[in-house]
């Protein structure tokens, strides 16, 4: 089995904004791509363009219908990603019986030394969020890797050393930082909007955090929602519209 580091260095990680993120799976397809490309074996795909395809995937996104209030007749569509979690207490490395599955003493990256690894499917049954697949092709474990061969790569100018979904989301509704650093801004941003443990009473105690979305069906006073169409672009017109308008005026 193998054993979990009892500090690390720095605890790199996530926080995914619900109330930012529209589902657009762009975070999905990125991921997809990189690690298909670069990092271990290709992520395979079973009959992808068949009636039943199947595949692996390190980074999903799921939705879901809510009423966030009690008193609430609006319904809320929360679109909610989910990869690993880079647990600090993580129980798919202790399980682990050959020690592919290992968490990183530097930066607290779990990963998967796909070379050890048997495919024995026991991270999977231990990890109570689901983010680990096991690639049918390759028949090794697979997941997230925060692009460990991205962040770390000189080679890459430096605004895309960071994950692929984190650069490549549209919306913003991702971000990577260093927990372990309290000015971070992963560690600004979850001590300023409540950033949350997904299942904190597994005792996994997750790196990622998520921020919770806002309520959208109460607001305070009414919204015009015509009055930035009716509101004058300037008030003193210039150039040639300025000088067609003094013309019609003398008409």
């Given at each position: 089995?193998?054993?979990?580091?009892?500090?690390?260095?720095?605890?790199?990680?996530?926080v995914i904004d619900l109330d930012t993120c529209v589902g657009c799976h762009a975070c999905v397809i990125s991921c997809k791509g990189w690690n298909t490309e670069n990092y271990g074996a290709?992520?395979?795909?079973?009959?992808?363009?068949?009636?039943?395809?199947?595949?692996?995937?390190?980074?999903?996104?799921?939705?879901?219908?809510?009423?966030?209030?009690?008193?609430?007749?609006?319904?809320?569509?929360?679109?909610?990603?989910?990869?690993?979690?880079?647990?600090?207490?993580?129980?798919?490395?202790?399980?682990?019986?050959?020690?592919?599955?290992?968490?990183?003493?530097?930066?607290?990256?779990?990963?998967?030394?796909?070379?050890?690894?048997?495919?024995?499917?026991?991270?999977?049954?231990?990890?109570?969020?689901?983010?680990?697949?096991?690639?049918?092709?390759?028949?090794?474990?697979?997941?997230?890797?925060?692009?460990?061969?991205?962040?770390?790569?000189?080679?890459?100018?430096?605004?895309?050393?960071?994950?692929?979904?984190?650069?490549?989301?549209?919306?913003?509704?991702?971000?990577?930082?260093?927990?372990?650093?309290?000015?971070?801004?992963?560690?600004?941003?979850?001590?300023?909007?409540?950033?949350?443990?997904?299942?904190?009473?597994?005792?996994?105690?997750?790196?990622?955090?998520?921020?919770?979305?806002?309520?959208?069906?109460?607001?305070?006073?009414?919204?015009?929602?015509l009055a930035p169409l009716l509101a004058p672009v300037a008030e003193d017109a210039r150039g040639f519209l300025g000088w067609l308008d003094k013309t019609l005026d003398k008409i």
């Amino acid at each position: 089995m193998t054993r979990l580091p009892e500090t690390t260095q720095r605890k790199l990680g996530l926080v995914i904004d619900l109330d930012t993120c529209v589902g657009c799976h762009a975070c999905v397809i990125s991921c997809k791509g990189w690690n298909t490309e670069n990092y271990g074996a290709p992520l395979s795909d079973q009959d992808p363009y068949g009636a039943d395809p199947s595949g692996t995937f390190l980074n999903r996104v799921h939705s879901y219908e809510v009423t966030p209030l009690a008193d609430s007749a609006m319904a809320q569509l929360v679109h909610f990603p989910k990869s690993c979690l880079h647990c600090e207490d993580a129980p798919c490395v202790t399980v682990c019986p050959t020690g592919a599955s290992y968490k990183r003493v530097e930066d607290g990256i779990v990963l998967v030394n796909e070379s050890d690894c048997i495919g024995c499917g026991l991270c999977a049954w231990a990890c109570p969020y689901g983010a680990r697949e096991l690639d049918q092709a390759a028949g090794v474990m697979k997941k997230c890797t925060l692009c460990v061969d991205r962040i770390y790569n000189e080679n890459l100018p430096e605004e895309d050393r960071e994950p692929a979904c984190v650069r490549t989301c549209p919306a913003g509704a991702r971000h990577f930082g260093d927990f372990a650093d309290p000015d971070s801004n992963v560690s600004r941003l979850t001590a300023e909007r409540g950033g949350m443990d997904l299942m904190p009473e597994q005792g996994t105690k997750p790196v990622n955090k998520y921020l919770p979305p806002r309520p959208k069906d109460r607001l305070d006073g009414q919204i015009d929602v015509l009055a930035p169409l009716l509101a004058p672009v300037a008030e003193d017109a210039r150039g040639f519209l300025g000088w067609l308008d003094k013309t019609l005026d003398k008409i």
